[in-house]
């Protein structure tokens, strides 16, 4: 191929990737902006369709652009003089970039039937009712058969037989997949650092010994309580269970519609503003009973997301008087 063609080839893909750079901006910045303080609460899944539909065009866009830019990588080196490099290895650079330029132009085609697709099954996500619902399901019939029909007669010219079409598109799902796997996971923990959590435990004497426990934005899945007495290293141990922990806070609502309608939406179709949501969970402990003469090391565990949280303190009891070693224990939770 003469150096003219190449390089006006590596222009067209410049090109490309400066437009899907600008439209991976743009839909980037809608959904840390919007997508990710819309997650419906009440369902087993707080992503909805909107979420799903946005995730298959920025894992298509990252997935052209690094591509794209592969290629321009591998391109300029034939732009290197001749005498620079040997033949043999020109010849290498040269295949190479062919091959990267057949798979971007390959891989433009597949994603785009690819994001097609999630888009139909996006909305089916939005769990729509009647006529749409019957569309939703048609679209995704008629894109998965005109798919296959596609890569078999369509995508048929870049490669040498049916079974390495196959293997090519079959690859680039994968990578695709991956690609997505990983935008998934960084999205659902940007979400889960942008709220506030923390533990605040209080041990207070003032109308009797008691332990107060404040969690912000966490609900623990278990807890125990251990008091073993230094004297005679008598312990005492009790499960506590979650349901006595009060709830209280603020969640901020949206759902679409009317807002005279907003107040009567069925449940799974109301979106929380996660960044807003602020809900603590209280509850208190009265300890006397657990409490023996002399020192006594109090223990308190509990459990959120497979780590154990320990606090560990001091209560010395004298007839009905009592000294308490810490009285506050203030930390962010993971």
Not at 116 to 131: D, F, H, N, T
Not at 200 to 208: A, G, P, Q, T, V
Not at 265 to 290: C, F, I
Not at 291 to 319: A, H, P, Q
């Amino acid at each position: 191929m003469q150096l003219s063609d190449r390089n006006s080839r590596m222009l067209l893909v410049i090109t490309i990737i400066g437009v899907l750079s600008i439209i991976y901006r743009n839909i980037n910045n809608l959904a840390n902006n919007k997508l990710a303080n819309s997650l419906y609460i009440y369902r087993n899944c707080p992503l909805g369709g909107q979420h799903f539909i946005v995730l298959g065009f920025l894992t298509a866009l990252i997935y052209l652009i690094m591509i794209g830019i592969l290629y321009c990588t591998a391109e300029t080196h034939n732009f290197v003089r001749v005498n620079i490099i040997a033949d043999e290895v020109r010849t290498i650079i040269e295949n190479f970039t062919e091959n990267i330029y057949k798979f971007f132009l390959v891989s433009f085609q597949v994603l785009l039937f690819i994001v097609l697709e999630v888009m139909a099954v996006g909305i089916l996500l939005s769990k729509p009712s009647g006529i749409n619902k019957v569309i939703g399901y048609m679209m995704v019939i008629f894109l998965l058969i005109f798919f296959v029909f596609y890569c078999c007669y369509g995508l048929r010219k870049f490669f040498k037989d049916t079974k390495e079409t196959f293997e090519n598109i079959i690859g680039i799902i994968i990578l695709y997949i991956f690609i997505g796997g990983i935008i998934l996971s960084l999205f659902t923990s940007t979400i889960g650092n942008g709220l506030t959590k923390t533990c605040e435990i209080e041990f207070s004497d003032r109308n009797n010994v008691s332990m107060q426990v404040t969690l912000l934005n966490r609900k623990p899945s278990n807890m125990k309580l251990i008091v073993i007495g230094d004297k005679d290293e008598k312990r005492k141990e009790v499960s506590i269970d979650t349901k006595e922990l009060d709830c209280t806070g603020l969640v901020v609502l949206s759902v679409d519609g009317e807002d005279n309608k907003v107040l009567d939406a069925k449940q799974d179709d109301v979106s929380g503003m996660y960044s807003e949501t602020k809900q603590e969970y209280t509850m208190e402990k009265n300890l006397e009973e657990y409490l023996m003469e002399g020192e006594n090391t109090v223990i308190f565990y509990f459990t959120i997301d497979k780590r154990i949280y320990k606090i560990v303190n001091k209560i010395n009891k004298s007839d009905k008087k009592f000294e308490i070693k810490k009285k506050a224990f203030k930390f962010k939770l993971k």
